[in-house]
């Protein structure tokens, strides 16, 4: 029961928008003799080389968040219709994820709640064939509850509430990054 819970809780539920992912920061006040040109293009310039794959990182990221936010449609309703899992989703993390959805229709389970989750881009292999993404996360299931037939269902004692867990993701032809392996580490907290 631990082994599925943990695979349950890693690969539900909700994402976590983190307000101001993407966004700019507002500018430092400005003297009265420089202009916002002259203060944006080195802050733009000094970012890109700070991290020149910082566009493919978000845009792993993005498809990582993307996967957790389908997720968090389907494990509602137990059914991964109407959602877009596999613009996000592919290979073993797919099928893992139509199985846990499977088992929970037919045990009359739902999903309520959200797992919260801090994500990073561990390493990003964009010479491979294809481009590959190693995903680190520290799940968080404090706010995370099933319940069957309607009736919440407790959390299995052995269950920490906050465990690491581990991604990798492909870039496609079309450009896309996809999720093609989850695995719950229930055995190392965070």
């Known amino acids: 029961m631990y082994r599925r819970w943990s695979g349950a809780a890693g690969a539900v539920v909700l994402v976590v928008l983190l307000a101001g992912c993407g966004g700019e920061q507002a500018p430092a006040a400005a003297g ?60 073993e993390a797919l099928a893992m994820l139509r199985l846990d959805l499977r088992q929970m229709k037919e045990a009359g389970r739902r999903a309520n709640g959200r797992v919260g989750h801090e994500p990073e881009v561990g390493s990003l292999d964009l010479d491979a064939s294809p481009p590959t993404a190693q995903l680190k996360d520290c799940i968080d299931l404090s706010d995370w509850q099933e319940t069957r037939d309607g009736e919440p269902l407790p959390m299995p004692s052995e269950q920490p509430l906050r465990y690491r867990a581990s991604a990798v993701a492909e ?20």
């Open 171 to 190: 870039q496609w032809e079309d450009g896309r990054w996809r999720v093609i392996t989850y695995t719950p580490h229930g055995e190392q907290t965070c």
């Open 32 to 91: 009265p003799k420089a202009s916002p040109e002259a203060s944006a293009e080195p802050s733009a310039s000094a970012s890109a080389s700070a991290d020149p794959k910082a566009e493919e990182r978000a845009a792993v990221l993005a498809a990582y968040r993307g996967m957790w936010r389908e997720q968090a449609v389907a494990y509602r309703k137990a059914s991964p219709e109407g959602t877009r899992l596999e613009t996000y989703v592919s290979g």
